[in-house]
């Protein structure tokens, strides 16, 4: 029995095709399971023109047996098969596949077959975990059985042998365990139920295997029963995806213990979103909106991609590229023929597929998301309290390239109906002479309440959007206008109403005291003038155009080193008492004039929020206008 020399060639391609082709050594199972459900499917589709098969479709199926003891582990399957000269085409060449082979002869009458092999390579990955292989098959119509056996890149034998039905064994002998690899684990039951059911549990023939089961021993006493191990045969995948039903046949039960099952989450989905499309590219999707975020979602360590299924076969836990992080929250499955993968089987080839998929998938989260917004507003309520953030941040990456997507889905906490609102439900409401949407930022709601800029406003009953999440700010002069409107903030900017008197005059009339203030700050402030805004408070501090304080408070802790500082503009209103004890004391008392003007400072700075630098001399100054 002479040994064969592989007609790849060089050794060092063998090598490629154990070494590096792969990512993870477990990924041995899927293939041969794949190349397994591979042969049944052939052997099934030549059953519909060929009477003589005599097997029905019940009776395929793909059995697993492993032999911890004498470390070989062995997939059979009742499938087509191979003699001497396919295991020469197929085994013998490195990357000739017979699946792809197949296709190509049965042409355009076997769209309905879905093979999954296409490079003729994944039965090699099997050397990653063994090493010696056994191949034990007999091809539908032959008399006889051929044995295949290989240790590697140094060559295979092909010798007659016996079986007694047609169909393949792939007789893997593990490899010994080494301190980088526990090889026995691939002989472990636990490790290949696991397998099996992460990338071949949709395989669509049945995947039996023996399996250990407890059960109480007969004869033994009630109160003291007595348990015993024994083996039962099991089959070990789903074989139907829950995708693949009709969503009028499956029950919002169904869906919610999938959901909870498949991504490990306690809480049921707030949303289910089935997709099953055709034309350029076929897929099923099966997408959900969790119902509570991960405990890890804002973190860095999340990572976001939906599961990518191949015909029922997992091709990848997290594919990013097929939802964008806008929308990383959505979890789920997307199952299609028409990948075009790599040799491997684990990445894709090209990117078109994914980019028509994303598109769509896309399209359907967000009319999901609007469907939800305007049939159940306390459920998206409770979805935006959940994710909100992550549509706003959406907005901002790459330069506001999704703002029209995403806009129409952000809410914002009104001053006048003290709820959350959308944008459009803000422009609705505008009155015609309106010129922007207003808004303000802030800690909170309480705080936004009862800022002294904003008074104007709120006593003539106008709309301000309150801001209390940190990417808002930011999020405003991104988003610019919507719907014609300009968005301008109520706090640092012109306020834009016709009626409000000019302060030119009254500028004019305190530009000394101004320059007294500004000089007795000591540049803490870049410029002091009469405010428009004001009409019970003595002052305010604001930013003019620009970086706001808020940006300023988001920068100190996002990107410290940029050092962006917000412009300081004490706003005074000079028809307050205040003003006029500081303006006859710039005359009378200099010096106590100068403690006024740093008592309004550290004021206005506590409205804005922002730091007082020294709270304790704060405190003795305010203790020493008392003397």
């Known amino acids: 029995m002479a040994k064969k020399e592989f007609q790849a060639e060089s050794k060092r391609l063998l090598d490629l ?29 030549q059953s519909l023109t060929d009477e003589n098969v005599g097997m029905k479709r019940e009776d395929f199926r793909i059995h697993i047996q492993s032999d911890p003891e004498n470390r070989i582990l062995t997939v059979s399957d009742n499938g087509i098969g191979m003699d001497e000269a396919d295991l020469e085409k197929n085994l013998g060449v490195i990357a000739s ?17 879905s093979v999954i092999g296409q490079f003729g390579v994944g039965f090699y990955s099997a050397f990653m975990v063994a090493d010696r292989i056994t191949v034990i098959t007999r091809k539908y119509g032959a008399d006889s059985a051929c044995r295949w056996e290989s240790e590697g890149a140094d060559g295979y034998t092909i010798t007659p042998c016996e079986r007694s039905s047609v169909g393949t064994d792939i007789i893997m002998h593990i490899k010994p365990d080494t301190e980088e690899e526990k090889y026995s684990e691939y002989l472990e039951e636990y490790t290949l139920r696991n397998l099996v059911k992460k990338y ?91 119902g509570r975020p991960p405990f890890d979602y804002y973190t860095s360590d999340y990572e976001r991609g939906l599961q990518l299924y191949s015909s029922g076969v997992m091709i990848m836990d997290k594919c ?32 078109r597929q994914l980019k028509l998929m994303a598109a769509n998938i896309e399209k359907k989260v967000k009319s999901e998301l609007e469907r939800l917004l305007k049939e159940d507003r306390e459920g998206y309520e409770k979805f935006f309290k959940n994710f909100g953030r992550q549509l706003k941040v959406g907005c901002l990456n790459n330069y506001g390239a999704k ?110 005291t101004f320059a007294f203030i500004k000089e007795a700050l000591s540049g803490e402030v870049d ?86 630098d020294d709270p304790s001399g704060y405190t003795d100054l305010l203790c020493s206008l008392w003397n």
């Open 320 to 351: 990013p590229d097929l939802i964008g992080e806008h929308f990383g929250f959505v979890k789920g499955v997307v199952d299609s023929p028409d990948l075009s993968l790599n040799i491997s089987r684990e990445l894709l080839q090209h990117d």
């Open 97 to 113: 596949s017979g699946t792809y082979q197949f296709r190509q002869e049965t042409g355009k009458d076997a769209e309905d077959v």
């Open 200 to 290: 071949s549990d949709y395989i669509r023939w049945p995947i039996r295997m023996e399996v250990t089961k407890t059960r109480k021993k007969e004869g033994c006493p009630e109160d003291k029963p007595e348990y015993e191990d024994y083996k039962e045969e099991e089959t070990l995948n789903s074989m139907v995806p829950l995708w693949q039903r009709r969503k009028s046949d499956v029950t919002k039960e169904e869906y919610d213990k999938f959901y909870q099952e498949k991504f490990g989450d306690f809480t049921p989905p707030q949303s289910v979103i089935t997709i099953s499309a055709e034309g350029q590219v076929s897929y099923k999707a099966l997408l959900y909106i969790p």
């Open 17 to 45: 095709m154990i070494n590096s082709i792969y990512t993870h050594k477990e990924i041995f199972l899927r293939e041969i399971i794949s190349n397994a459900s591979d042969a049944i499917d052939k052997l099934c589709y």
């Open 403 to 512: 703002r029209e997507l995403l806009q129409d889905l952000l809410l914002f906490y009104s001053s006048t109906e003290k709820k959350l609102v959308t944008l459009q439900e803000y422009v609705d409401r505008m009155p015609e002479s309106q010129k922007y949407i207003y808004y303000a930022a802030g800690e909170n709601v309480a705080m936004m309440d009862n800022l002294p800029q904003t008074e104007l406003l709120r006593e003539r009953n106008m709309e301000i959007l309150y801001l209390t999440d940190q990417p808002d700010e930011l999020l405003m002069e991104i988003l610019r206008e919507y719907k014609g409107k300009e968005l301008r903030s109520a706090v640092d900017g012109d306020l834009g109403l016709d009626d409000l008197p000019e302060t030119k005059e009254k500028d004019e009339e305190a530009k000394d």
């Open 527 to 612: 410029e002091v003038r009469a405010s428009r805004k004001l009409k019970t408070h003595p002052v305010c501090l604001t930013s003019g155009e620009g970086v706001s304080f808020e940006m300023e408070r988001y920068f100190a802790v996002a990107q410290p080193e940029m050092g962006i500082k917000a412009k300081r503009i004490l706003e005074v209103n000079v028809d307050h008492p205040a003003f006029a004890a500081l303006d006859a004391a710039r005359t009378a008392d200099p010096e106590k004039a100068k403690k006024y003007a740093r008592v309004l400072l550290n004021q206005a700075k506590l409205i804005a929020g922002l730091p007082i």
